[in-house]
């Protein structure tokens, strides 16, 4: 006799109670951190049978996560991986001044769009919604400006889970809370409004008291890490002539290995874009964009050509052109088979930490191509 499964769906929907406390203390160092439970309704973890909870720091002015506004909030509340997915969107989205679109998926960037053009955000949203399309479904999507009502019909157009933004226009929030209610889609969608997305910490030196990474290992053994935070400011900190010493004098001709090439004002822009979104992807990632796009991410691979390679192939798959698009890699190439690799798809600069032994090999390959490469001397894995 079969057995029906089917009830195993509203798993998905219900929030499950959980024991933790209210209020929760970090003492480190002796320095006293109180946190309290956040105001909004919560789900689950990050699978349904996973109780939790989300605390947010005690009278903090600098909260956007742990003070949301839900506007809408679905019967559900927020997952574990919803707030996740916010997080990550918000860390993107902190670096741009232009309007921006983050479409995040499984704490993922699946696309990203910064204005370049003085497009209408509505484009900005669906231009990041095409890089991958297919991914986008059941999203969340962050934006670094209000939200206008083109640019909600625009994100009523598919499934979304849930929407965050600094604000909204009246008109816009009617649009997003018009299904509410009904079977039809999008009639769950989770509308969230943020605050002081500016003061996330980003770059070395800015304050990251009370800002903590805190994992736990197997053992219950707990890990606190600051932050990471850049020291690429602006593309002027890219180091745009890197070179390496030549050691031996039977190569190369005596002389050192230098990168010929100097990346044009928009490889700067996209460049700066894709490491921005890089930091955020998680590792080995491989990011391309191509005006102020990330058009494929490439994520979780073992091997960096290995994320070279599924970056390649998924922008194949989703019908976008490499053509032209520069690269972002967030550690060192071990090999110059990476370099290779984008050459053959019309890839023109590349910014990267270099740090490999095989650093003047990478820069032989991008000369050979004509390829701008672009150094930040950091690295920014990300592991989650």
């Known amino acids: 006799m079969a057995t029906d499964v089917s009830s195993f769906k509203d798993a998905y929907k219900k929030a499950i109670k ?22 909004y309704e919560l789900r689950y973890g990050t699978n349904p049978h996973q109780p939790f909870i989300a605390y947010a720091p005690v009278d903090d002015k600098n909260l956007s996560v742990g003070d949301l506004a839900l506007l809408k909030g679905g019967k559900e509340g927020l997952s574990l991986t919803n707030l996740q997915d916010v997080s990550q969107a918000l860390n993107i989205l902190k670096f741009f001044t232009k309007p921006a679109c983050a479409v995040m998926k499984h704490v993922n960037p699946c696309g990203f769009k910064v204005e370049t053009r003085s497009e209408p955000l509505s484009e900005i949203y669906r231009v ?10 059941g999203s969340i999507v962050g934006f670094n400006v209000n939200v206008d009502v083109q640019t909600a019909e625009a994100i009523m157009e598919t499934f979304v889970e849930g929407v965050v933004a600094p604000g909204y226009d009246p008109d816009a929030l009617a649009v997003l809370k018009r299904n509410e209610g009904t079977k039809k889609l999008n009639n769950a ?22 800002f903590y990474n805190l994992r736990n290992l197997a053992d219950g ?13 602006s593309s002027a900190d890219f180091i745009v002539d890197p070179m390496i010493s030549n050691d031996d004098p039977a190569k190369n001709g005596g002389r050192d290995f230098i990168v010929e090439r100097k990346p044009t004002d928009s490889e700067l822009d996209d460049c700066l874009t894709a490491w921005y979104v890089n930091i955020n992807v998680r590792s080995n990632g491989i990011v391309f964009v191509k005006d102020g796009a990330a058009i494929s991410v ?10 070279v390679e599924k970056a390649i192939d998924k922008a194949r798959k989703k019908g976008h052109s490499l053509k032209g698009a520069v690269m972002s890699s967030d550690a060192f190439f071990p090999q110059r088979d990476s370099i290779d690799a984008v050459a053959q798809e019309g890839v023109t600069a ?26 930040t001397l950091e690295r920014c894995f990300l592991h989650i």
């Open 298 to 307: 490439g994520t979780g691979e073992q091997e960096r050509i290995g994320a």
């Open 350 to 375: 590349v910014v990267w930490p270099a740090g490999s032994l095989n650093d003047a090999l990478v820069i032989e390959a991008a000369n050979e191509h004509k390829i701008a490469l672009m150094a």
């Open 221 to 233: 053994s707990l890990t606190v890490e600051v932050p990471y935070l850049t020291r690429i400011r």
């Open 18 to 39: 959980s024991d933790f406390p209210s209020e929760a203390m970090l003492v480190i160092g002796g320095k006293k951190h109180p946190y309290k439970k956040v105001a």
């Open 128 to 137: 990041a919604r095409n890089c991958d399309e297919r991914s986008a479904f």
């Open 189 to 210: 969608i989770r509308v969230a409004k943020v605050s002081n997305i500016d003061r996330i910490p980003k770059y070395i030196g800015d304050e990251v008291s009370g």
